[in-house]
C-alpha cells in the first residue's frame, strides 16, 4: 500500500483524536468502575452484571456497528483499544466485551443479510449480549469436525445441540451457534444460525471452574430440538465455515489486544512495586539485574501491541489480515505469558499471594494461547500462508 504523495504513513501507535478520547474514557472507566470489582469477581468466580448496563451507556456493546444501527459507528480498531483498556484492569471484563465486538457482531455485520443485520445489530448495540458458539466435546482444534446437527423443519430449523466452552453463556442473550446441516458434505454442511436465549429447547449448561477469566463465564450450551426461523441462517446455509474461519481472523486480533492489556496491567503494577520494595539497602529497582528484565519485558509488550495494531488497522484499511492477525495472537499471548510471569517473580513471595495483583494477571494470560485456535493453530496458519507466498 503506498500513501498519497507528500503524506507519510501514520505510525502504527498514533491515535486519531477520536481514538484517543475513546481509549482514555474506557481507562476511565476501567480505573473507576470495573478495578473496585476486580478481587471480589475473581474471588467468586462471576461477572457483576451492574456492570453491563455501564458497558452501554459507554457504548462498548456498538463500538463499529453503524449508527443506522444504533451503534456507535467507530472502526473495528477501536473495539481493539477498549479489549486492551478492559485487560489492563480485568481479563474476564474484557473478553466479554471482545466476544460481542469482535465475533458475534463481525458475525451478524460481515455475513448477515440485510433482514438479519437490521433484526440483530440493533439488539447486539443495545446491550444484548452476544455469544459465539463452535467447540464440541470432539471438535476444537478441528473445528470443522462438529456434529451438532441442524434440520429444516417447516418453514425454519430444528437445532439439536451441545456445545462446550462458550464465553458469555451466562450472560448473552444472542448466540452464533455452528451445526451441520448434511454431515455427509463435510465442512460444506457448516452453517451458522443466530440463537436467541429462551428459545423453546435452550438451555446453559454446567459453567466451567477455571484457572484463569474466573469471572468470565465458561459455559455448555445445549439446544434440544430448539426451533430458530428460517432467516436467522447467518450467511448462505453451507458456508458456515466461511463465517467461522473469517470470525475468527478477526476475533484472534482481539485475543491478541486482551494478552497486551494483561502484560500492560501487570507491568504498571510491577514498575510501581520496584520502586518501593526495598533489598540490601536500595529500591529492586535500582538493580540493573532488574532493569534489565523490565526493559526486556517493556520491549516484548511493545512488540505484541505492534503486531496487534498493525492487523486491526489493516482490518479496517479492508486489507488481508489472517496471517497478521494470527502472528498476532501468537506473539501477544507469549509475550503476556512471559511477561506476566516475570512480574510474579518480581514481586518476589508477595506475588505469589492473591493480596498483590500479580498472581491473577499471571493466571488469565495463560488463556491466550488456547482459545480463538491453539499457538499450534496460529504457528499452522503462519506456516501455511509463507509457504504459499514461497511457492
Ligand atoms: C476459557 C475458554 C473460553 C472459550 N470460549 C469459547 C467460545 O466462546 N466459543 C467456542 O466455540 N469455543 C471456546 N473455547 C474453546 C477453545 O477455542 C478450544 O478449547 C481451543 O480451540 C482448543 O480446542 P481443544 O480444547 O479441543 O484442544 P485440542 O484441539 O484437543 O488440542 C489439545 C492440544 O493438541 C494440540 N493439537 C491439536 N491438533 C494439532 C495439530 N494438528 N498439530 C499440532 N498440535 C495440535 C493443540 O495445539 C493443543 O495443544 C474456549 C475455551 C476456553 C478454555
Not at 231 to 239: K, L, Q, S
Not at 355 to 365: F, L, Q
Request: proline share 3%; hydrophobic share 40%.
Amino acid at each position: 500500500m503506498t500513501s498519497p504523495p507528500g503524506l507519510l504513513p501514520a505510525p502504527l501507535t498514533r491515535l486519531s483524536d477520536d481514538e484517543d478520547m475513546f481509549r482514555q474514557a474506557v481507562r476511565d472507566f476501567a480505573e473507576t468502575e470495573i478495578a473496585p470489582l476486580v478481587h471480589d469477581m475473581d474471588a467468586r468466580g462471576e461477572f457483576d452484571r451492574s456492570l453491563l448496563p455501564k458497558f452501554g451507556e459507554l457504548g462498548l456493546f456498538g463500538i463499529d456497528i453503524p449508527d443506522q444501527f444504533g451503534g456507535a459507528g467507530g472502526s473495528f480498531f477501536m473495539s481493539i483499544l477498549a479489549v486492551e483498556e478492559l485487560a489492563r484492569v480485568d481479563a474476564s471484563t474484557s473478553v466479554l466485551v471482545d466476544v460481542h465486538n469482535t465475533l458475534a457482531v463481525v458475525a451478524v455485520k460481515q455475513f448477515g443479510d440485510r433482514a438479519l443485520q437490521a433484526k440483530y445489530l440493533p439488539r447486539l448495540a443495545g446491550g444484548e449480549v452476544g455469544a459465539y458458539a463452535l467447540s464440541e466435546a470432539n471438535s476444537g482444534s478441528d473445528a470443522f469436525a462438529l456434529e451438532c446437527r441442524a434440520e429444516q423443519r417447516g418453514g425454519g430449523w430444528l437445532l439439536n445441540v451441545q456445545k462446550l466452552w462458550i464465553t458469555n453463556g451466562n450472560e448473552a442473550d444472542l448466540f452464533v451457534v455452528f451445526a451441520t446441516v448434511d454431515p455427509s458434505k463435510g465442512y460444506k454442511g457448516i452453517t451458522g444460525f443466530m440463537v436467541e436465549r429462551g428459545s423453546p429447547g435452550f438451555t446453559v449448561g454446567k459453567k466451567e471452574d477455571k484457572l484463569g477469566l474466573r469471572a468470565s463465564s465458561t459455559t455448555e450450551l445445549v439446544l434440544d430440538s430448539c426451533e430458530v426461523p428460517a432467516g436467522n441462517v447467518v450467511g448462505e446455509i453451507g458456508t458456515g465455515y466461511r463465517v467461522a474461519i473469517e470470525t475468527l481472523n478477526a476475533g484472534r486480533i482481539g485475543i491478541g489486544a486482551q494478552m497486551v492489556g494483561i502484560a500492560q496491567g501487570a507491568l504498571d503494577a510491577t514498575l510501581k512495586y520496584v520502586g518501593e520494595r526495598k533489598q540490601f539497602g536500595k529500591a529492586i529497582g535500582e538493580f540493573q539485574g532488574v532493569q534489565f528484565q523490565l526493559a526486556q519485558a517493556w520491549t516484548e509488550l511493545e512488540a505484541a501491541r505492534l503486531l496487534v495494531y498493525n492487523a486491526a488497522r489493516l482490518r479496517d484499511a479492508g486489507q488481508p489480515h489472517m496471517l497478521e492477525g494470527a502472528m498476532a495472537k501468537l506473539y501477544a499471548s507469549q509475550a503476556a505469558e512471559h511477561v506476566t510471569s516475570l512480574c510474579v517473580d518480581l514481586y518476589g513471595g508477595y506475588g505469589f499471594t492473591k493480596e498483590y495483583p500479580v498472581e491473577k494477571y499471571y493466571r488469565d494470560a495463560k488463556i491466550g494461547t488456547i482459545y480463538e485456535g491453539t499457538s499450534n493453530m496460529q504457528l499452522q496458519t503462519i506456516a501455511k500462508a509463507i509457504l504459499k507466498t514461497a511457492s
